[in-house]
């Protein structure tokens, strides 16, 4: 069903930047809740934020101020910006699709590796 492809991730030094990108296959891409995890090292996979049909977002404390969510329907691509990163921000990041219905997410990218490190 639908495909979610991922790209942007690579290496950069402690205050860098990266614009991650997700895009999705399918007719029903701007009516999804999307969203980005992170899976660390020897941890849990934990959310970094989410967005809606309508724009509104959601992003956890640990990258809120330095991180941002947004979405071209028209081009059914979600993205990342993420600014000022630390090196604990080093992980596997994944994008994500859920219809509004429903109550987990239906749908994951293959996932793209950050690495933040001097």
């Known amino acids: 069903q639908v495909q979610l492809v991922e790209s942007g991730g690579g290496l950069v030094q402690p205050g860098g930047s990266l614009r991650l990108s997700c895009v999705a296959s399918g007719s029903m891409f701007r009516i999804y809740v999307m969203g980005w995890y992170r899976q660390a090292p020897g941890k849990q996979r934990e959310l970094v934020a989410t967005?809606?049909?309508?724009?509104?977002?959601n992003y956890a404390d640990s990258v809120k101020g330095r991180f941002t969510i947004s979405r071209d329907n028209a081009k059914n691509t979600v993205y990342l910006q993420m600014n000022n990163l630390e090196p604990k921000d080093t992980a596997v990041y994944y994008c994500s699709g859920r219809h509004p219905a429903l109550p987990v997410n239906s749908y994951w990218g293959q996932g793209t590796q950050v690495t933040v490190s001097s």
């Open positions: 967005i809606a049909a309508d724009n509104s977002a």
